[in-house]
């Protein structure tokens, strides 16, 4: 089990008093700059690891980063908090953003993201709760995350706690009935303390996902299911942290935020090869200098 990082976590917590600080301005510059600095790591550690999914990565991360860095309710040294919010990444296989991104808030050390898929490295292609602090369930296999977090709702609600559960979902992964299972379940119990958020980069492994199973129209799908459902540009860290922290009503919310795959690297853009290509070295410097403007 991987442990935390006092000086890194200590730096998160600084952070977090800056942003509750500034005004809006202020506070989508923080943002866009942690997740593109998310985003350069990945790339790294995805070349270096010679495999990854790099374009699901890049697309997910302004919503990760909003969600560790402005609203969940964690302690990176107290991961175990038993009254903390709840965080599932169901694309299990984006493990790599989510592996940067905890290792940005100090729950470990960074550099063990050089260990990334490496033999009897704790950082595997998906995510362990085992070996990982941060990680609430071990997600991959798609359709399962969702109806995990929905019995976290529950489990909240039981024991009277103000926790929140926040669950991110692949676009593709919603072809699997598992999800509108759960979809159903937490629309029936009302669940207030779940938001499901869909990352809609509209591409999953080898198509669009319109040409493979077709969602649309997606938002009339959850509200069919019970559920308020918000939709926003998921690159706009302002919008997602509205959508966030807004007052909260007596049913469970869907977020689907629309995102681009292979988001900040002009060559990934919304390009379906990506979706688990490993850039070559030449390719990661030029993507790195995209990202530090």
């Keep these: 089990m991987l442990v935390a990082d006092p000086a890194t976590a200590a730096a998160w917590r600084r952070f977090r008093e800056e942003f509750a600080a500034a005004g809006p301005d202020e506070r989508r510059e923080l943002l866009r700059a942690r997740a593109n600095r998310s985003r350069s790591t990945d790339l790294a550690m995805i070349g270096r690891a010679g495999l990854g999914h790099v374009g699901g990565d890049l697309s ?13 309710r964690v302690d990176p040294e107290q991961p175990e908090w038993p009254d903390r919010d709840r965080f599932v990444l169901s694309k299990g296989h984006t493990a790599g953003a989510l592996y940067t991104t905890l290792a940005a808030a100090g729950f470990f050390a960074e550099d063990e993201l050089r260990t990334f898929a490496g033999p009897h490295s704790a950082l595997n292609g998906h995510p362990n709760r085992t070996k990982v602090p941060g990680v609430e369930t071990n997600t991959g296999p798609l359709g399962h995350g969702l109806p ?3 019995g976290m709702a529950v489990a ?5 706690s103000d926790r929140h559960v926040y669950v991110v979902l692949g676009d593709g992964e919603l072809q699997e ?8 379940t937490a629309g029936h119990r009302r669940l207030s303390n779940l938001t499901a958020v869909v990352d809609r980069n509209r591409l999953q492994q080898g198509a669009r996902t319109e040409d493979t199973a077709a969602l649309d129209p997606l938002g009339d799908k959850w509200r069919a ?3 308020d459902v918000v939709e926003l540009d998921g690159h706009d860290h ?3 942290l509205g959508a966030f922290t807004a007052p909260r009503g007596d049913r469970p919310v869907c977020v689907i935020a629309n ?5 900040g690297v002009s060559f990934m853009e919304d390009r379906v090869e990506w979706h688990h ?8 410097t030029a993507a790195t200098a995209e990202l530090a403007r």
């Design 60 to 72: 997910v991360l302004d919503i990760l980063t909003t969600l560790f860095f402005a609203v969940l």
């Design 225 to 227: 299911f019970g559920w």
């Design 238 to 240: 302002l919008a997602l």
């Design 177 to 184: 009935g598992s999800n509108w299972e759960a979809a159903m």
């Design 148 to 150: 995990v977090a929905v």
């Design 277 to 284: 290509k490993v850039p070559s070295a030449e390719q990661i």
């Design 156 to 160: 909240g609600r039981l024991a009277s």
């Design 259 to 263: 995102t681009i795959k292979g988001r």
